[in-house]
């Protein structure tokens, strides 16, 4: 299956490659307190690395795995992708923003204009937010727009950033309520496939344990007639083992198949557990960075801690279709 829009990895090395915002376009500067500056271009760039590694989906080797023995028609899986589907909009509009702030930064705008615009910007987004039912939950519209009426007030980015925190956290919440979400529909759907690889397999795997059990009977009248050295039975027992044994030797090719499937199943569903594990964790430490930079800390080194970023890059890998 071929995926009819662009793979979340794709599409954030696009936004790298416009430069939107990033450290191509210039080293940006923005005044936390008297005549220090601090370069918030960092909190993009890091956002970028971080979430380009995350698509929540599966890759190419376990595509096949999926049409084989998945139901791409049933309906908990269709809302299995859906969720999967609004993970990416999160992990995409988290870039968004992320470049978006360190635009206004570098704006000619002074700094009640950066405030204002950010507000508007934002003001936009929880309103999508809202409209499309994204977040199912608290707080309410009502709520939203206290703390929006807040951002409003901020003299400055930095402060509307703080403002904003809420929002953030909120954001956060989502993401994690979505995750559970997910983990929760793809065990029925896991459930389902593993069910119906059983009863693919059913005559199979019923007449192998058959086999083996047989095999084993005549085992023991083998050992029975050995000791009383009764050479006709013997024979005859010697017939019957090799004529189940060779049956089971025809059998053993499909019992492989039926377990091999089994693990396969298996391997793709840790497999996307550990990145959603993995995501959540990303998004949380984005969340922190954010908390970070909008409280004045200065060293990008501290936003996103070296030790966090290099145990989630470089680990996931480039998805096809979503799982």
């Given at each position: 299956m071929k995926t009819r829009t662009l793979t979340l990895f794709r599409y954030l090395t696009l936004v790298s490659v416009l430069g939107l915002g990033l450290s191509a376009c210039g080293t940006l500067r923005k005044k936390f307190s008297g005549s220090e500056s601090v370069n918030m271009t960092p909190f993009a760039e890091n956002t970028l690395l971080l979430l380009s590694e995350l698509d929540y989906g599966l890759p190419p080797e376990d595509v096949a795995v999926v049409q084989k023995y998945v139901d791409l028609k049933d309906p908990e899986l269709q809302e299995l992708m859906s969720l999967v589907k609004i993970q990416r909009t999160f992990l995409k509009g988290i870039v968004e923003y992320s470049i978006k702030i360190v635009n206004l930064g570098q704006s000619e705008l002074n700094?009640?204009?950066?405030?204002?615009?950010?507000?508007?910007?934002?003001?936009?987004?929880?309103?999508?937010?809202?409209?499309?039912?994204?977040?199912?939950?608290?707080?309410?519209?009502?709520?939203?727009?206290?703390?929006?009426?807040?951002?409003?007030?901020?003299?400055?980015?930095?402060?509307?950033?703080?403002?904003?925190?809420?929002?953030?956290?909120?954001?956060?919440?989502?993401?994690?309520?979505?995750?559970?979400?997910?983990?929760?529909?793809?065990?029925?759907?896991?459930?389902?496939?593993?069910?119906?690889?059983?009863?693919?397999?059913?005559?199979?795997?019923?007449?192998?344990?058959?086999?083996?059990?047989?095999?084993?009977?005549?085992?023991?009248?083998?050992?029975?007639?050995?000791?009383?050295?009764?050479?006709?039975?013997?024979?005859?027992?010697?017939?019957?083992?090799?004529?189940?044994?060779?049956?089971?030797?025809?059998?053993?090719?499909?019992?492989?198949?039926?377990?091999?499937?089994?693990?396969?199943?298996?391997?793709?569903?840790?497999?996307?557990?550990?990145?959603?594990k993995r995501g959540g964790k990303t998004i949380y430490l984005w969340t922190n960075a954010h908390r970070k930079l909008a409280s004045g800390i200065k060293n990008p080194a501290e936003w996103f801690p070296l030790t966090d970023i290099s145990t989630l890059v470089g680990v996931a890998k480039k998805s096809v279709i979503p799982f």
């Open positions: 700094d009640k204009e950066q405030a204002r615009a950010y507000h508007e910007y934002l003001r936009g987004l929880v309103e999508w937010f809202v409209q499309t039912g994204q977040d199912r939950g608290s707080p309410t519209r009502e709520e939203y727009k206290l703390i929006l009426a807040k951002i409003a007030e901020s003299d400055d980015l930095l402060a509307a950033l703080r403002a904003a925190q809420p929002l953030i956290l909120r954001f956060n919440e989502i993401n994690l309520a979505l995750a559970q979400a997910i983990a929760k529909t793809k065990a029925g759907v896991v459930e389902k496939t593993l069910t119906r690889i059983d009863r693919e397999y059913e005559g199979t795997i019923g007449l192998a344990l058959a086999l083996h059990h047989r095999k084993e009977r005549l085992a023991e009248s083998l050992r029975k007639v050995v000791d009383k050295d009764d050479g006709l039975r013997l024979q005859d027992f010697s017939r019957q083992y090799e004529d189940a044994d060779a049956l089971s030797r025809v059998v053993a090719g499909n019992v492989s198949a039926y377990l091999d499937a089994k693990t396969q199943i298996g391997r793709v569903v840790k497999n996307h557990d550990d990145m959603v």
